[in-house]
């Protein structure tokens, strides 16, 4: 089905936005772009021609006869241009290489941030990007930009009550220090975000659906893509759902509140809890401290599955405060579609679903529409996949940016 | 840093099978400090043109090869360019060369074993022939038992073949991709059929698709992700200088579910 979006006259885009239609339509000819855009077909033959001639979309056969001349079709040169999207993560750093079509040619997996700073980690990851480049054969000069996805709050130059691990990678000017190094376009966002924006762009979900994310790493963000662009919020922070308070007489969380969802359900409680048992914590082999979180957290998912009651528990206890603060999320922002996302749910991403769909029979539009969840499909490099997707869109489409202000610049 | 190499064909890189080995084949380079660089190809000639780019690098160490295709031919380049490897490949192609073996039989076996247990008389293999790992030699075995239709990797001709396949009475269908089971079982419940009732439906490659789906897809657990870890430590032993060892993978079993 054909979707119209009106073009306005005095619009500074309309090139980008004609690139971003042929993306979307796969292919399409210039009658089809003049009628989806209300341009005349003058000004559509004039950027079609500079976007063949740039080499970004080429033409592709012709359409079916409505009377006269077969018009010939458009469509995006996928590897005229390319773009990277890294994942930092503690445990592992993820570099996917997407075409223009969104398309992964390309992947890179390296020893993660761990405790490093920002300082000593930027210089690895440029060099990084250089055996990138060179070793999969990705010419730099057709390389549009890098997108980086980053744990936590973006808060540009600083703030406070910041997590403990990550003080400095909050308040650092990640994408300026990669811009003056690699010499590209860098753009950062944070990894819920980036993991909505993947299923937005892997799903080929329509720009009028709403896609609501839960990332679950070592924390938990919730990215939101409502007609097509990412909701940042006044400060491109929002989704701290890791911060929606469950249980008012819960534990401390570092935040400085009490009964956060991070606190209760997040890896480092369900490990912590299962590391008291000291049984458990010798059968799973846990060893408890930062560096390991996530090889202890995956022995006890992985154990859940298996059906040891001890770790099931722990996980369903997990599920519960999930869903519970899922049934708030959905009921403030009348979801209809969730997606969870993130290597805290590769192993037992089923259970967490199931008791999220329990709760979410009691979601206030239930009588209106259903609310359907599942797993992200773009698996465990979603939110590098996201990243490098921001990183086409930044560039290519700057359409759609938000205009209140430039993530994390 | 220094890299491990890996080429994975097109037709196999939405494989959830290829992503769970390959995740799992980086955690012991990168614990060893190693990279993992994938290179996603659209033919033959770009497989080897990035063999031989690698082999002409100083920071390219090894190479882990995903068999299941012209797998001699491949073997045969990358010791001419003198690249060390590691192989992925069906128990009957191994040879002097350091590789995980994955015993195509053993896996038709489980799976025949599981199918004779279903309810429904007819069943049909539909094939994607997209793992580009065991896929051809298992459809060469699953063919003695069972009729196999091959979707060319294209979820719209499985949907349509699924959908044909149901018109003639109750069934089970089996698929290589857990995506095509997915929409077929999507579609199936527009038209107003149960499932597993009237057609039941298992996936070869077991995923977070799977398990998340309603109703939750019977599959195959196929051990991607230890047949990946024992791949990546069989690369750093070759490289190391060990001895052309042959791991054996270990057997998959069936996740039974709702869907069959």
Known sequence: MMVSRRLGPSSENTRSAVLDMIRSSGTVSRIELAEMSGLTGTSITRIVKSLIDEGLVVESGFGDSTGGKRPSLLELNRSARYAVGVSLDEARLSYVVADLGGRVVGQLATPGVAKKTPSETLPRIAEELGQLFDHLGIPVEHVVGIGVAGAGLDLRSGGEGLSRAAVEWESYPVQDVLEETIGLPAVRENDAACAALAQYWVGQIPATDDVATLYMANGFGFGLVSGGTLSRGASSNVGEIGHMVIDVAGPPCWCGARGCLEALAAPRAIVDAAAANAPLRVELGIVGDDAHLRRDFDAVARAAVRGDERCLALINRSAEYVATALLSTVNLLDLDRLFLAGPGFADAGAIYVGRIREALVHARTRSIHPVTVEISDPGVDVAAVGAASLALQYVLTPHTRVRRGRAGA | ?260
Not at chain 2, 2 to 22: E, K, N, Q
Not at chain 2, 62 to 74: Q, T, W
Not at chain 2, 114 to 119: G, H, M, N, P
């Open chain 2, 1 to 260: 840093m220094t890299g491990i190499g890996l080429v994975v064909p097109a037709g196999g890189a939405g494989d959830h099978f290829v992503s769970a080995l390959r995740q799992a084949v980086a955690v012991p380079l990168i614990e060893a400090g190693f990279g993992l660089f994938t290179r996603v190809v659209d033919d033959a000639a770009a497989e080897e043109a990035m063999y031989r780019r690698w082999a002409a690098s100083e920071g390219i160490a090894g190479v882990v090869m995903l068999g299941g295709h012209d797998d001699a031919e491949r073997i045969a380049l990358l010791r001419s360019l003198g690249l060390p490897f590691a192989a992925a490949v069906s128990s009957d192609e191994v040879g002097d060369f350091p590789a995980v073996a994955i015993d195509v039989a053993e896996s038709v076996d489980v799976v025949g074993a599981f199918l004779a247990t279903r309810r429904h008389e007819r069943t049909v293999y539909i094939t994607a022939s997209m793992d580009a790992v065991t896929s051809r030699s298992r459809e060469r075995k699953m063919a003695e038992y069972v009729e196999v239709v091959p979707s060319g990797g294209q979820a719209d001709n499985a949907v349509a073949a699924a959908l044909s396949i149901a018109e003639g009475g109750a069934c089970t269908l089996l698929f290589d991709s857990d995506g095509h089971a997915q929409e077929v079982i999507a579609h199936l419940l527009r038209t107003g059929r149960r499932v597993p009732d009237d057609v039941a439906v298992v996936s070869w490659t077991d995923s977070a698709l799977c398990r998340s789906s309603s109703p939750a897809i019977t599959a195959v657990d196929r051990r991607g992700s230890e047949i990946g870890e024992m791949l990546g430590r069989r690369m750093l032993a070759t490289i190391a200088g060990g001895a052309s060892v042959v791991d054996r993978a270990p057997a998959p079993f069936i996740v039974s579910r709702e869907s069959a």
